[in-house]
């Protein structure tokens, strides 16, 4: 079979690949974990207006989660905040929360966001992009359990997907950091490979597909290149694509309405991760890796 990867070499395995190219070196994250941490406490430092504090700042997406790929892990940062009372006090003071954080980094720093959204800021900085979330802890109001967080998400309707994402990334971080490191190394492959090709596909949907696949094989080593390949298979046909789990809430309720593809977030019910991806594009592109 013809290399995968730009990189790759004639017959070289995809576990040897891995390591060569994709995964990073100890060296690497301990750099890594340092330009993180400075970021970490720049937003601990000094006080909010008014009476707002940081109470706890998360590292997720891939670094909390350990599927960072060599030169394309961005950091997120999800700030949770003391003083806020609920979902909708966040949706309310947002604003103001985002205008303090921006101003936190650049008396710091001295740098301004590339990017602001109604969610969050996007600075570059170290060659790395960051984005940083003001959340609410939910768990903590809720008691820990998530069954009261998805109770309470039923009167935002539609917009719950966006308004409570950045609070349920402690329970993404949970569902997929402890995945063991062979799994992970075939989401970092397909990072890659949707990198490379340019793929409208967020990154988290890689990584629930690969779990979900090797749940479904029960677990164990099936190995890098079965389990890469069978994930490109289903990628085949990623429009038709039902995929959810039941870890924290019962997926049948939520699946039911749905009517296209999806890969359903396992912290956030109403987050579909495959929406907005370009899914003939990508069954194109994995459908074309099979026939090299």
Known sequence: MAP?????????????FAQRQI???????????????????????????????????????????????????????????NGLTSIADLQANRGRLLNDLEQKVKNVLGISPVKRTQYSLSFNWNGHKVDILPAFDLLSRYGGSPANI?????????????????SLAPLQVQFVKPVPEHVKRVIRLLK???????????SYALEL??????????????????????AIKQLMNCGFLRIAFDDYYNSSYYTSILTRGY???????YMNTLAGADTAKIS???????LL
């Open 4 to 16: 995968a990867f730009r990189l790759q070499a004639p017959g070289e395995s995809l576990d040897s």
């Open 284 to 290: 194109l592109q994995a459908i074309m890796i099979t």
């Open 192 to 202: 890659l490979w949707a990198e490379e090709r340019s793929l409208n596909i967020r």
């Open 209 to 230: 597909l690969t779990i979900f696949l090797w749940r479904s094989r029960g677990g164990g080593n099936p190995g890098t290149d079965f389990l890469f390949y069978e």
């Open 150 to 166: 998805y109770n309470a998400m039923v009167q935002f309707g539609p917009n719950a997907a966006l308004e409570f994402s950045a």
């Open 23 to 81: 995964t990073t070196t100890p060296l690497e994250r301990t750099r890594f974990g340092q330009d993180v941490d400075t970021f970490v406490q720049i937003l601990h430092s000094q006080a909010f207006c008014g009476s707002y504090t940081v109470k706890e700042v998360v590292k997720s997406g891939s670094l909390g989660k350990g599927t960072a790929v060599r030169d394309l892990a961005d950091i997120d940062l999800v700030v949770f905040i």
């Open 263 to 269: 890969i359903l977030d396992p912290a956030n019910p």
